[in-house]
């Protein structure tokens, strides 16, 4: 027999595990001591160094009685070692996967449990499960394991068939399923093999055995050549409802197409309202009206499409919008919130025709103070249908364009005017304004792009949007003002920490943001106005964006610090938002006080449809995001190999992100192509910094690049510096090594990202 271990001395259990056991090996109870003083988990080849474990018999026993451990309830294991179960507390929630073996649930007492490894085999984003909370660090992190599944969905996804032999399998793009999908037989339909089709993850207990999840065919989208096949993928990736219930289009079908109403209405078919909008837009859910006042000042009329008088609380349109929460938007096409029978048709303020609408009817003095303002319900009819580029070239005073219209022309300088004033009173205000770039997509006739522009954002553009912020503020005061519950669009102050980061970056650059611990909208403002005319300001104006919040629908009133407003609501877009469609309605509720049948909303109502508007409208930015991508990558496949010049535009410790300039395509130098060297992540500075050479590549430097590779099914473009930018290394940096600690195992880790 070997030595006696240096863990006897230790162990209060030792006699007894001596009479159970010829070679015995740590108790169980010593064990988790063990495990409990060290904190974290705790790898098995740690723990036989830690008991001193040096033969085979005690090496072997030792790897059994944690086997039993975990067995019995008592340890849990993970890819980064065991934790002892110290707690029988357990949580409901749902299931986020962030990928495959990492997820976690946000418990009822708003606590989020840390889930990940073996535990989360068979369960999937979206389940509804029970978890034991097994583990709370000295951070106040909880890490738990699954308990039971009390509701499971129904997983859906995307990928490519293939064919191995006789079998069938498929090539997941979702990063949530890294391993292929097994097709039983009969189960792929009419897929060939390569394929892109969507899958329906089986869940019955006879497929559970299987190493890999199991699936069945429910739709193919064709292959990489399909034109629109990148929209089709992210609608379905992201589940954006997309095809019309039975019920709604019965309900469509009982609209009358003409335009009649039984309720009490101003009839301002004679005010000259106009609409403009962009020159591919089909739905005009906006038209306004503006003249100025011999006695100085302006009126405004903001008349927007009656949306509630056709979509009633609790019918099938009303569920659907409020489950779609929002128009999706797409390159080339849009997923509508409703049907092309109200969205084009009823609820579109063409000209000529009489439409329904609410309007908000404002008197603005000469400083741009709003002194009064009055909603009502009307019948209308728009005289023009214009387009940005007509009324900001009417500005401009082309002759041809204001003999078309003469008849609008006064109306369209006065709302020039009072833009003009609307605009000074915001920047006295201290509204947040950066200066980005917004692109669109070209098609060509086979649906793929031909090219990839910037978005001019000429002076009509401002007139319009100047004009719906006025009637959004006003419909935000008279709400309140009435002490009625709505859907408020609220844009929090900066969290600290993202302040910190951002004060830290700028004191690099030799720059300050005032203001201290509560910096206003103007303080923010005052710091734009000072960098205009560095070279860098895109790039300190995107470290300046990252930090402020995001903005979302509460029934809580806390403002907008963006806009600088204390009331703001979204009033002017019910056709494609349905926060707007609840405004209209709290609206036309208050309209209707004296009247006994009124529309109630709870404050629990509005709580669960603020959350539900600020997740669908994440989910149509994200599928938009993933289409355009999809697209970037197909217009790129014919210029690997070409150079290009681009702009850091994101850092990350596996590598970093540059956009490429005319061509607005983004791809990745990844970190094992920036030269032989190990770089150390400054997350702070936005760099990553050269262990050797101090080289530092840096958000907003200018690089040369090559395209090296395009892979569509990962959405990916690879980059690779030019040889031009690797003989001129970029800037050197002197970098405090005790304060940043760079990790070689995390950049060889990030290899496969």
Request: glycine share 6%; hydrophobic share 35%.
């Amino acid at each position: 027999m070997a030595n006696k271990p240096p863990f006897q001395s230790h162990d209060p259990f030792v006699e007894r595990e001596a009479q159970k056991y010829e070679t015995p090996v740590p108790s169980r109870e010593y064990i988790l001591a063990v495990l409990t003083e060290l904190g974290g988990a705790v790898k098995r080849r740690a723990l036989i160094k830690h008991f001193s474990l040096d033969d085979e018999d005690r090496i072997e026993g030792l790897r059994r009685r944690l086997k039993a451990m975990v067995r019995d309830g008592q340890l849990f294991k993970t890819p980064q070692g065991y934790i002892p179960i110290v707690g029988s507390e357990t949580c409901q929630g749902t299931l986020v996967m962030e990928r495959e073996w990492e997820g976690y649930v946000d418990s009822e007492s708003g606590q989020t449990v840390l889930l990940n490894g073996s535990t989360l085999r068979g369960y999937y984003d979206g389940d509804e499960i029970e978890v034991q909370i097994i583990q709370v660090d000295k951070q106040g992190n909880a890490r738990g394991r699954i308990v039971q599944l009390l509701k499971g969905t129904t997983p859906l996804v995307i990928g490519r068939l293939v064919k191995d032999h006789h079998l069938f399998s498929i090539l997941p793009f979702d990063r949530k399923f890294s391993q292929n999908i097994t097709i039983p037989k009969g189960k792929k339909g009419q897929a060939k093999d390569g394929d892109i089709v969507q899958v329906k993850i089986l869940r019955e207990e006879k497929y559970q055995t299987h190493s890999e999840p199991v699936g069945e065919v429910i739709d193919v989208l064709g292959d990489f050549s399909t034109p629109g096949i990148e929209v089709n993928m992210a609608v379905r990736k992201f589940s954006i409802p997309h095809e019309w219930p039975k019920a709604v289009l019965k309900e469509c079908s009982k609209l009358n197409k003409e335009v009649t109403h039984t309720d009490e209405r101003e009839d301002l078919i004679d005010l000259p309202l106009v609409t403009i909008d962009g020159e591919d837009a089909k739905d005009f859910d906006d038209a306004v009206y503006c003249e100025k006042r011999e006695q100085g000042g302006f009126r405004l009329w903001v008349a927007i499409a009656d949306v509630s008088y056709y979509v009633k609380p609790g019918s099938a349109l009303d569920k659907e919008a409020q489950m779609r929460g929002n128009s999706t938007y797409f390159p080339g096409s849009v997923i509508p919130m409703l049907p092309e029978v109200l969205s084009n048709e009823l609820c579109s303020l063409k000209p000529k025709v009489r439409r329904l609408c609410v309007v908000c009817q404002m008197s603005i003095s000469a400083d741009g103070d709003i002194t009064r303002s009055t909603f009502f319900r009307a019948v209308m009819r728009s005289q023009v249908r214009f387009t940005y580029t007509e009324v900001a070239e009417i500005v401009r005073g082309n002759k041809a364009l204001q003999e078309q219209y003469a008849p609008q022309v006064q109306m369209i300088q006065d709302l020039h005017e009072l833009y003009q004033t609307l605009h000074r009173q915001r920047k006295q205000r201290g509204a947040i304004d950066f200066d980005t770039i917004e692109t669109r997509i070209l098609f060509d006739l086979n649906g793929k792009i031909k090219s990839i522009v910037p978005t001019v954002r000429n002076v009509a553009h401002k007139m319009i949007e100047e004009s719906m912020l006025a009637a959004n503020v006003c419909a935000a005061k008279f709400i309140d003002r009435n002490k009625r519950g709505s859907l408020f669009r609220i844009h929090d102050r900066p969290p600290t920490d993202k302040l910190t980061a951002l004060r830290q970056f700028l004191s690099e650059l030799g720059l300050d943001l005032p203001g201290r611990t509560k910096p206003t909208p103007k303080d923010f403002s005052t710091l734009i106005e000072r960098i205009q005319h560095r070279e860098d300001r895109h790039m300190i104006e995107t470290v300046m964006l990252r930090s402020l919040s995001q903005a979302q629908y509460s029934p809580n009133n806390i403002g907008h610090f963006g806009l600088a407003y204390p009331h703001y609501v979204h009033f002017t877009s019910p056709i494609r938002r349905y926060p707007d469609l609840i405004v209209h309605r709290v609206i036309i509720d208050i309209l209707a006080a004296n009247k006994s049948k009124k529309h109630k909303i709870t404050v629990i109502d509005l709580e669960k449809i603020a959350l539900h508007c600020s997740e669908t409208e994440r989910r149509s930015d994200d599928a938009t995001r993933d289409a355009q991508l999809a697209l970037k990558c197909h217009y790129m496949q014919d210029k690997v190999g070409q150079h290009f010049r681009g702009v850091v535009s994101g850092v990350a410790n596996f590598g970093v992100f540059v956009e490429l300039k005319d061509v607005y395509v983004e791809g990745m130098i990844h970190v094992t192509a920036l030269g032989d060297e190990y770089y150390q992540y400054d997350p702070n500075n936005h760099r990553l910094v050269g262990d050797r050479t101090r080289k530092t590549y840096r958000l907003g430097d200018a690089l040369d690049v090559q395209v090296v590779r395009v892979d569509i099914e990962a959405k990916r473009i690879d980059l690779e510096l030019s040889e031009s930018a690797q003989k001129h290394p970029t800037r050197k940096t002197h970098l405090n090594k005790k304060k940043f600690k760079h990790s070689r195992k995390l950049q060889r880790r990030s290899k496969r990202h």
